[in-house]
């Protein structure tokens, strides 16, 4: 079965500098969330989107953008980026507004900023 | 983390035996997931257990949920090396989307 694509897998970035990730949902899921994983730490939420809308978001920082376009796929920007940014990025995607079903989650990309 | 609490934080146990791992969470839900995770890894989803639910199986995973406790657990049966990861409960809040997740268990099968 399809699953959740992400690219890139590994991305290395200097202070100050931007990066884009992105999402690619598995097919018919309209829903896409983005987590950030912190060294040792559990995932913690940062911004959804429901059929291109952004429909929740958390502790995401006003330096970090992100979209979904009209195939489904999602881009989170990355600028200004801090050595604090480093972390793993995962994408998740669900079928429905509410995310009552599963959420499934991508491999996820290792930002590493130095 | 902003909700959930897993406990223990590690455990080590010998290949065969079970291994439970509790998790509670502060807020009414929706549904709580249980998820894998490989050192470094992506998430693995495990099973979904609706707030209606009190009880559900897969495989050798049988998963509770308590909702007037706000508590759940997984338990993993004949524990293989292969099961060594890190679990992580995520509970989804009524009316919410996002997933919260708790800190997680460290599960050690030593062969």
């Known amino acids: 079965a399809a699953g959740v694509i992400q690219s890139p897998r590994h991305l290395i970035k200097e202070k100050r500098e931007t990066a884009t990730l992105k999402c690619y949902p598995i097919p018919r899921h309209d829903t896409v969330y983005w987590y950030q994983q912190g060294p040792g730490q559990d995932p913690q939420f940062l911004i959804s989107f429901y059929e291109k809308m952004q429909s929740d978001k958390g502790s995401i920082p006003d330096r970090f953008s992100a979209q979904q376009f009209s195939d489904y796929h999602s881009e989170l920007n990355m600028s200004s980026l801090e050595l604090g940014d480093s972390a793993l990025y995962f994408c998740a995607s669900s079928l429905g507004l509410w995310g009552t079903d599963t959420q499934y989650f991508g491999p996820g990309t290792r930002l590493t900023v130095l | ?111």
């Open chain 2, 1 to 111: 983390s902003q909700q959930g609490e897993e406990d223990p934080q590690a455990l080590s146990i010998q290949e065969g035996e079970n291994a439970t791992m509790n998790c509670s969470y502060k807020t009414s839900i929706n549904n709580l997931q249980w998820y894998r995770q490989n050192s470094g890894r992506g998430l693995v989803h495990l099973i979904l257990i609706r707030s209606n639910e009190r009880e559900k199986h897969s495989g050798r995973l049988r998963v509770t949920l308590d909702t007037s406790k706000k508590s759940s657990s997984l338990l993993i049966t004949a524990s293989r090396a292969a099961d060594t990861a890190s679990y992580f409960c995520a509970s989804l809040r009524q009316g919410a989307q996002k997933l919260v997740f708790g800190q997680g268990t460290r599960l050690t099968i030593n062969p």
